[in-house]
């Protein structure tokens, strides 16, 4: 089976600039997570989709938001960038309910300036 | 709320000694515990897992045991390779409301020496 793939796997933008970033989950998979990793907060959740619907979500601004497509393929976007926003943001699909097991993709290295 | 601490770092050991990360957690529920490993530039892998209290994960050369009485999951493996260098990250989630939300610690980067 292939693995979570993310796109783009760089990315650098511009302070006040929208990005958006996608991510195709293990197949039959049908919950995917994003996560951001950075050097002072560590590994933070963001949000999870499960069926098209978000079920849990981190604490983070209303700037940062995502979707699911019927396919289970997600895309998370990031509004009015700040520097701040610098960071690796992973994606990580399960298998479905409650396991909480889950598999990474690379992630998508993006840098703001 | 749920937690996950895990020993500072980095570690350096040498070949073929004997490596132990300790992490500890804070729960309210029923976790699932993980070992996550994180190589350079990639992404994080799943090393192993236990789902309850006594349960022991394994997975090349690596273990961990759920201990619920000191709410621990420590990762151990006998003799380490240069291979091994990464850094490992212990985790939860809680299964009891359905979701896949994992609770990751700080990371520990371990670096290991011919």
């Known amino acids: 089976k292939a693995g979570v793939t993310q796109t783009p796997r760089y990315l650098i933008k511009t302070r006040g600039q929208q990005v958006t970033l996608s991510c195709s989950p293990i197949s039959g998979h049908r919950s995917v997570s994003w996560y951001q990793q950075t050097p002072g907060q560590g590994l933070q959740f963001l949000f999870e989709?499960?069926?098209?619907?978000?079920?849990n979500k981190g604490n983070f601004p209303g700037r940062f938001s995502g979707r699911q497509f019927s396919n289970s393929r997600s895309e998370m976007n990031v509004s009015t960038l700040e520097l701040g926003d610098s960071a690796l943001y992973l994606c990580a699909s399960g298998p479905g309910q409650g396991q909480g097991e889950q598999y990474f993709g690379p992630g998508t290295r993006l840098t703001v300036t | 709320g749920d937690s996950v601490t895990q020993m500072e770092g980095p570690v350096t050991l040498s070949e073929e000694a004997f490596l132990t990360i300790n992490c500890t957690y804070t729960?309210?529920?029923?976790?699932?515990l993980f070992w996550y490993v994180q190589y350079p530039g990639e992404g994080l892998q799943l090393l192993l897992k236990a789902t309850k209290a006594d349960d022991k994960g394994s997975n090349k050369g690596f273990e961990a045991t759920y201990r619920k009485e000191t709410t621990s999951f420590h990762l151990e493996k006998g003799s380490v390779q240069v291979s091994d260098s990464a850094v490992y990250f212990c985790?939860?989630?809680?299964?009891?409301?359905?979701?896949?939300?994992?609770?990751f610690g700080a990371g520990t980067r371990l670096a290991v020496h011919p």
């Open positions: 989709y499960f069926s098209e619907t978000q079920r």
């Open positions: 985790a939860l989630s809680d299964p009891s409301g359905g979701y896949n939300k994992l609770i």
């Open positions: 729960a309210t529920g029923y976790p699932s």
